[in-house]
């Protein structure tokens, strides 16, 4: 696995240096692997200036997309942008194709998980000059850390100059049926008042009901995340991102509490239940009381949900008293093959942070507002749902982190934990058998991760 994934890199950087060699002639920024020595070429009036973005997603996030550029285009009156779309399993294969053969997008989305080898290849263009005297948006004013994503320093994620900016951010509460809650007599959390797994737990017995096609489960899978993260565990050390430590007991106790909402306490639909019906749309039919879902779920939710419905935060372990969950992220950056880097910076900045932007991603269901005054302004009266838009903040300000995964120079590792997992929540293996016969191997496979990033930054 090790050579396999090595040869991928190596690909990946042939098809880079061979995008290097393509000779251009720069009409706005000349780019390279850093911003050094690059000078600015003067825009004409004469024609308009032309760049590319590309990016995925639904047929709803295309069309928010579609009418944020417009408006940039309408404030930008001297640039044309051509959207291009991919499906998201396509995305990475097409971009690297692209780069490889000289014909990169001016801008694009950058999953967050390969920020570190497109920016270690000198595929992005360095924006932090650009960040720190744009006129687009206020750093102060963005959620705190969401631009610190997308730093990278050479070695580690997080620090040095930055090679994105969020296209949006992604919290994960949990979205109940306000009708079902009140039909049972259950009282919600509030950020004030959180529950525990023991409070989750009774809760969800109570709204779990009927048989056959009536059946009514109280909760969907629980985020397995969640449940690590907030009982102090962890799938890797934090410090050096070198360990795992999936049989840590605290792990282990998680893991089986989360298998054990299903196999034993049956509150939550079957294997064979769930891959009929997914959680999400089991929620939508009224089958399911509670589900973990993404801020992404929130116009399929006003557009095709019948019933009364909320969000909540995930609940406390009983043993830590916290409470955690992920959130996710891709970033826009700006190639460094570009011959427009102003024109492409523009558009980068207005489509994560703009006001108008930002107002026609929350009004069309695409995301929260990452700038501070807005969220916590016009989005929490915003008259469509969530009514209780406080806990998707709070989240983001006191539960919510990135993944391990994330921070890694590859995921196969956590690809590897995941692709056996089922067995636990299956009911063939305990949590406790199945993390100490797969430790070794996601050992192996992080080390290896940790060879290619040396390599690959050599």
């Not at 979205?175 to 809650?181: A, C, G, P, Q, W």
């Not at 239940?273 to 779920?297: C, F, H, I, N, P």
Request: hydrophobic share 40%; proline share 4%; aromatic share 12%.
């Amino acid at each position: 696995m090790k050579k396999r994934s090595l040869v991928v890199v190596l690909c990946l950087v042939m098809m880079l240096l061979f995008a290097a060699c393509t000779p251009s002639t720069p009409t706005d920024t000349q780019s390279s692997k850093t911003n050094e020595g690059q000078t600015q070429s003067p825009e004409t009036d004469e024609d308009k200036v032309e760049i590319s973005f590309m990016g995925w997603g639904t047929d709803a996030e295309i069309a928010t997309f579609q009418a944020m550029i417009d408006q940039f285009e309408d404030m930008y009156t001297d640039v044309e942008v051509e959207y291009i779309t991919v499906a998201d399993n396509e995305f990475d294969t097409k971009l690297q194709s692209m780069i490889g053969s000289g014909t990169s997008p001016d801008v694009f989305y950058v999953p967050i998980d390969n920020l570190m080898k497109y920016a270690a290849s000198g595929a992005l263009y360095d924006i932090s000059d650009y960040v720190a005297n744009n006129d687009v948006f206020d750093v102060d004013n963005i959620w705190d850390s969401l631009i610190d994503l997308y730093r990278f320093d050479g070695l580690n994620q997080g620090s040095g100059p930055i090679y994105a900016l969020p296209k949006d951010v992604s919290v994960f509460p949990i979205f109940y049926n306000v009708d079902m809650f009140e039909a049972a007599n259950i009282t919600p959390p509030t950020n004030e008042d959180p529950w525990d797994w023991d409070d989750f737990l009774d809760a969800a017995t109570k709204l779990t009901n009927g048989t056959g096609d009536d059946k009514v489960y109280g909760t969907g899978a629980y985020s397995l995340e969640s449940a690590v993260w907030s009982n102090g565990a962890e799938w890797i050390d934090q410090e050096t991102l070198t360990e795992i430590q999936v049989t840590d007991p605290k792990f282990i106790e998680a893991m089986q509490w989360c298998a054990d909402l299903r196999l034993v306490h049956e509150v939550a639909p079957t294997a064979a239940e769930s891959s009929a019906l997914g959680d999400w749309d089991r929620y939508k039919q009224g089958k399911l009381a509670m589900v973990g879902s993404g801020t992404w779920s929130i116009s399929d939710a006003w557009n095709n949900i019948d019933f009364e419905w909320d969000v909540m935060n995930w609940p406390v372990s009983p043993n830590t008293g916290k409470s955690e969950i992920w959130f996710g992220s891709a970033g826009i950056g700006v190639s460094a093959a570009t011959k427009h880097a102003e024109a492409s910076q523009n558009l980068a900045a207005f489509l994560s942070f703009n006001e108008e932007a930002q107002r026609t991603a929350y009004t069309m269901g695409q995301a929260i507002p990452m700038l501070k005054d807005m969220a916590q302004g016009d989005y929490s009266e915003f008259e469509k749902g969530p009514k209780s838009k406080d806990v998707l903040f709070y989240i983001l300000e006191n539960s919510a982190r990135l993944a391990s995964q994330s921070r890694t120079f590859n995921q196969e590792w956590f690809a590897e934990f995941n692709s056996g997992s089922a067995d636990v929540f299956e009911g063939r293996q305990t949590a406790s058998d199945y993390v100490t016969s797969i430790a070794p191997t996601l050992q192996s496979l992080l080390d290896d991760s940790i060879a290619q990033k040396l390599e690959f930054m050599e």
